[in-house]
């Protein structure tokens, strides 16, 4: 079984060393998988790029453990940050779950002073230079602040100030006062036994916002193609919503969990519009190479579009000699009609056995999309 | 759901074996419209849903 990877991360400073051993050692004991530069990571082989060996070792890991104290650490000029807070930046990036703990003394000075100091600053740079200062000019700014104390690393301030900017947590941490891992560690747990739950719900909405976006973007295009002069252009319409209905899966489902891949339907290929008049529907327009007529009678039981009109439902039809499904949509009183062909393998006893599977891939495959559709063509539903 | 046939100018329950060129089709449970009000009072209570438990894990005792 996989166990919690945590990096821990902090300045090599005397008074987190110790914090930083048994934070190691007690992790293990727990049962997690602690990695620490001097303890099972350090600069092997010979060579190594230390830095991005850190960085990696935080992308693989699930939490990143930072302590923060008085000291700021090693500053790469070039990347204009010190390695922990690169390494802060990878967890951030890489979305990890950041434990964050700062001395007490420390956070203190930092929200009763830096942080301010840090904010007024940065404005008024901008508004004089145009342009946000950079990490040299912000730390040499610190260095001659006589509010700040002398024996605090500048890069501190430097460093909590972007933590807070990100909205970072940040606990207490109690030079020479213990952490009690076994509490913390559990409190985590329940936290996150909280959201695991929540996974189906979140991959539902993140459906339904695909499906929201889709719908908008197909309205966004057939607003555009209304005409200026009046009137509608709906071999325009057919064309833009047929471009956008795309085949797929027909899958069996077996309640919420589990569901089989029963056959596939192709791309959209063209599409047809109806309108009713008397005893009739007559032929709008069309998109594609597809058959037509110039009008059906309503009680023409051979013409999908007129049995649509009848049973005033969406329905889709399926023949086995063109191997075609027609998805029939009715509004008011048009019936739109989009063409897929069916795979291969599709017959006639196949079609009665999943043509529930049939319409649930055709019909529901985006209902925001078939409603956008419909109020285009025929107006507000009733 | 019934499963219906088009065929020779009537419409009948499709049963057993029906000729290639017929028409066969169901009418759909649902309209697009009922999909969608169905779907968005989903989306509400699981936003709802969502949001509470969020505030809670991320409560600081």
Redesign the interface.
């Known amino acids: 079984m996989a166990k919690t990877k945590i990096f821990i991360s902090s300045v090599n400073e005397d008074g987190l060393k110790r914090l930083r051993k048994e934070a190691f050692d007690e992790l293990r004991k727990l049962g997690h998988e602690p990695i620490m530069w001097e303890e099972n990571l350090g600069p092997w082989p010979a060579h190594t790029d230390t830095v991005s060996k850190c960085l990696d070792a935080v992308g693989e890991a699930d939490i990143f453990l930072l302590f923060v104290g008085s000291r700021g650490g090693t500053y790469y000029k070039e990347a204009q940050r010190t390695v922990t807070h690169m390494e802060f930046i990878q967890a951030y990036d890489k979305n990890k779950t950041l434990l964050v703990f700062v001395d007490t003394t420390v956070k203190a000075v930092f929200f009763g002073t830096a942080r301010q100091w840090i904010d007024d600053f940065r404005e008024q740079y901008i508004s004089e230079a145009g342009r946000s200062p950079s990490a040299d000019e912000v730390l040499a700014a610190l260095r001659h602040h006589p509010g700040l104390p002398a024996h605090i690393d500048p890069y501190v301030w430097f460093l909590l100030h972007d933590l807070s900017v990100r909205n970072v947590?940040m606990d207490d941490l109690s030079l020479g006062v213990t952490i009690d891992w076994r509490n913390y560690f559990s409190?985590l747990l329940r936290?996150?036994s909280?959201?695991l739950p929540?996974s189906r719900?979140?991959a539902?909405?993140g459906r339904?916002l695909a499906q929201s976006d889709e719908a908008f973007r197909l309205l966004s295009e057939l607003i555009s193609l209304q005409p200026k002069t009046g009137g509608t252009d709906y071999e325009s319409i057919l064309n833009a919503v047929a471009g956008r209905m795309t085949g797929g899966r027909i899958e069996q489902r077996y309640g919420p969990y589990v569901s089989e891949k029963v056959g596939t339907y192709g791309d959209c290929i063209g599409a047809t519009l109806y309108v009713r008049e008397g005893d009739k529907m007559r032929f709008v327009a069309k998109c594609a190479d597809v058959a037509w007529n110039r009008s059906f009678r309503l009680d023409d039981?051979?013409s999908?579009v007129a049995?649509t009109y009848q049973?005033n439902?969406?329905?889709?039809?399926?023949?086995?000699?063109k191997t075609m499904f027609y998805a029939c949509?009715k509004h008011g009183e048009h019936v739109l009609t989009l063409h897929y062909p069916a795979d291969p393998d599709w017959d006639?006893?196949k079609?009665?056995t999943y043509?529930?599977s049939?319409?649930d891939a055709i019909?529901?495959k985006n209902?925001?999309v078939?409603?956008m559709v419909?109020m285009i063509l025929g107006g507000l539903?009733t | 759901m019934n499963v219906y046939v088009s065929k020779n100018g009537k419409v009948s329950l499709a049963v057993g074996e029906q000729p290639k060129d017929a028409l066969l089709f169901a009418p759909a449970k649902k309209s697009a419209t009922q999909l969608v009000q169905e779907d968005l009072s989903a989306w509400k209570i699981s936003n709802s849903l969502i949001q509470e438990r969020f505030a809670q894990a991320t409560q600081r005792q």
Do not use: C
């Open positions: 947590f409190d936290r996150g909280m959201l929540l719900s979140i539902e909405t339904r039981k051979s999908y049995l049973m439902k969406d329905i889709v039809h399926y023949t086995q000699s949509f006639n006893r079609y009665i043509q529930e049939v319409n019909m529901n209902p925001y078939v409603l419909k539903p």
